[in-house]
């Protein structure tokens, strides 16, 4: 994205295959739209494949009516929340595509995120109710609110798609068994005044980024980074004042989260340019793991966020009969992932019992593999994965479980007329 000039010389020679692979690519990352202005602004659009170049264009047009409706939603909960004297704080994308993106439809959305007080939870599901949303699940993280659940289109952005209403009173993020919960902070330093209504409150400019940062160290910390949201933490840090910079670290310190503040910023300095002043960067990686250091300046963006290929795969294959040696190919992908993802998570750790206890924990099978497999052998399949895990060399496991993704998705989008058939022509007659 440096240069979109070079994609000249890195796709001349790509098939049509390796182009629907891009596809997904984008998909995944929530970078359509914005590949699409970029290219099409600096007049290097006709350098991309012509199938590629309508998909990318069809998200961005789609993109810009969802948000279109994403903000009558948001408008009509914030007015309503008021009414009622509900204090609500807008999150991430809300305050992004009002505040920091220029061109709105370039940010997709999936979600509303809302902050709230735990003594509101019961006039914001009122509110939410009096709009036709309905609760939809409650979790430990979040209550999620819902008010149509029909999906229009699985390859991308869409208008139709639900609009789900994600209602938060904590917001914390869990790396194996340490905690950290900027909640306070995010009231403490909150600003008056949000898409014209002076009653209605938002992050600071500090808090934001942190949330920011917060949300894509957990992403990347269990495997499904996106693009996007490194995207996002350079929007935000290429106007960062020295002030501000200053303010995080005295957070950042005080929390003793540095890690979960380097993490995103190194790894989004790998694609964008970022600017952080040195002495803020020297405590956050005097304070991050060493190894976990190591990992992050070892490797590249695509190798952290491939875990999130095979679960998209899975997603989009869940009801198409496979034949025995894909299914045999997706198993062997699955506990590939699993193993590059347990040696990614010990990276976050030094020895300690906070190690000790995330080591425990990526012992212990999921419930749904007891319930399968039953207890014994539960156990003892996640033991093995966790002890290859550590014995293996991740280079090697990166390197084979990389062929294996490529194997895969070779085998899966060789013929353009299957991919028709399941579902991957992203560009269809009911989205154009």
Not at 305 to 334: G, P, Q
Not at 385 to 400: A, D, G, K
Request: hydrophobic share 40%; glycine share 4%; with cysteine.
């Amino acid at each position: 994205m440096k240069d979109v000039q070079n994609v000249a010389d890195l796709t001349q020679t790509w098939s049509p295959v390796v182009w629907q692979h891009a596809r997904l690519e984008v998909q995944m990352h929530g970078v359509a739209p914005l590949l699409y202005r970029r290219f099409l602004d600096n007049g290097a659009l006709n350098l991309l494949d012509s199938s590629f170049q309508d998909y990318i264009k069809s998200q961005y047009l789609l993109n810009s009516k969802r948000i279109q409706r994403v903000q009558e939603i948001l408008m009509s909960i914030l007015l309503e929340s008021d009414a009622f004297g509900v204090n609500v704080m807008p999150l991430k994308g809300s305050v992004l595509i009002n505040e920091y993106y220029k061109n709105q439809a370039l940010r997709p959305m999936s979600d509303i995120d809302l902050l709230i007080h735990a003594a509101d939870e019961a006039r914001m599901e009122k509110v939410l109710t009096s709009l036709g949303y309905y609760l939809m699940c409650d979790t430990t993280k979040h209550k999620v609110f819902g008010s149509n659940n029909r999906i229009s289109s699985i390859n991308g952005e869409h208008p139709d798609n639900p609009v789900k209403i994600e209602v938060h009173t904590r917001i914390n993020c869990s790396i194996g068994f340490e905690q950290y919960d900027i909640t306070e902070y995010m009231w403490k330093n909150a600003e008056q005044g949000f898409l014209k209504l002076k009653s209605i409150i938002k992050p600071s400019r500090t808090m934001l980024l942190m949330h920011l940062f917060f949300h894509a160290a957990n992403n990347q910390y269990k495997g499904t980074l996106r693009a996007i949201q490194l995207y996002d933490i350079h929007l935000i840090t290429r106007s960062f004042k020295d002030k501000e910079w200053r303010q995080l670290q005295e957070i950042v310190e005080d929390m003793e989260c540095e890690k979960l503040v380097y993490v995103p910023l190194a790894l989004a300095a790998q694609v964008f340019e970022i600017h952080v002043p040195d002495s803020v960067m020297n405590k956050l990686q005097l304070k991050t793991p060493k190894g976990l250091k190591s990992l992050i300046n070892s490797y590249l963006l695509d190798e952290f966020i491939a875990i999130n290929e095979l679960a998209t795969l899975k997603h989009l294959f869940r009801d198409i009969k496979l034949s025995f040696y894909k299914k045999i190919l997706f198993l062997a992908n699955s506990q590939i992932t699993q193993i590059y993802k347990m040696s990614m998570q010990l990276k976050w750790h030094d020895p300690g019992k906070k190690k000790f206890w995330t080591k425990i924990s990526l012992i212990k099978p999921p419930v749904s593999r007891i319930g399968r497999w039953g207890y014994l052998i539960g156990y003892l399949h996640t033991f093995l994965l966790f002890l290859t895990s550590r014995i293996s060399q991740l280079t090697m496991v990166t390197r084979f479980r990389k062929q294996k993704i490529n194997q895969l998705k070779l085998l899966i989008f060789r013929h353009e007329t299957k991919c028709e058939n399941i579902k991957i022509n992203i560009v269809d007659n009911n989205e154009k």
